[in-house]
T-cell receptor
């Protein structure tokens, strides 16, 4: 029972570099989410996908793009990383409305 | 503006010393309130969902309650393994299961 799997676990980038964070879930969930967690700020929603084939902006989408590759996979791309994007990124999924989100263990990203 | 506020920011208890964590919210159209536990280096782990005022849920030493303005997470006779950050989040009406999180309470339980 893997649940929500995120790769990589750690990443260091230089300003201006690009990268894609990968997320996959094996629970047949319809909706998937990307959050970032910063000290003192709580978890903030970047983008979400309510169902396969749809994506929408969350609270802090600037500087990011997403792709819902299929029902299992939802990736987050940083086209030109900035130090302000240093954070811990969490992917989550849910099967039905009003049900709890299931989270992965995060990707710790540092941008220098 | 929808807001979720958790207090205290940090709490240190001795083993066996019961206490409560608070999550207050000012939102319109609450569909549910969620409590999560987060250990260092891990993702949030689901604890409870509360859907209506007056509802209570229990799990081992933890009990969550909900009123129209706030939720409490009561910890009875805590043990060191209860040390973690506890997060609350609200689910608003018409928001496609998007959760709005508070900033969490860091709990440390010492021997």
């Amino acid at each position: 029972n893997a649940g929500v799997t995120q790769t990589p676990k750690f990443q260091v980038l230089k300003t201006g570099q690009s990268m894609t964070l990968q997320c996959a879930q094996d629970m047949n969930h319809n909706s998937m989410y990307w959050y970032r967690q910063d000290p003192g700020m709580g978890l903030r929603l970047i983008y979400y996908s309510a169902s396969e084939g749809t994506t929408d902006k969350g609270e802090v989408p600037n500087g990011y793009n997403v792709s819902r590759l299929n029902k299992r996979e939802f990736s987050l791309r940083l086209e030109s990383a900035a130090p302000s994007q240093t954070s811990v990124y969490f992917c989550a999924s849910v099967g039905f409305n009003n049900s709890p989100l299931h989270f992965g263990n995060g990707t710790r990203l540092t941008v220098t | 503006e929808d807001q979720v506020t958790q207090s205290p920011e940090a709490l240190r208890l001795q083993e066996g010393e019961s206490s409560s964590l608070n999550c207050s919210y000012t939102v319109s159209g609450l569909r549910g309130l969620f409590w999560y536990r987060q250990d260092p280096g891990k993702g949030p782990e689901f604890l409870f969902t509360l859907y209506s005022a007056g509802e209570e849920k229990e799990k081992e030493r933890l009990k969550a309650t909900l009123t129209k303005k706030e939720s409490f997470l009561h910890i009875t006779a805590p043990k060191p393994e209860d040390s973690a950050t506890y997060l609350c989040a609200v689910l608003l009406a018409g928001t496609a299961s998007k959760l709005t999180f508070g900033t969490g309470t860091r709990l440390q339980v010492t021997l």
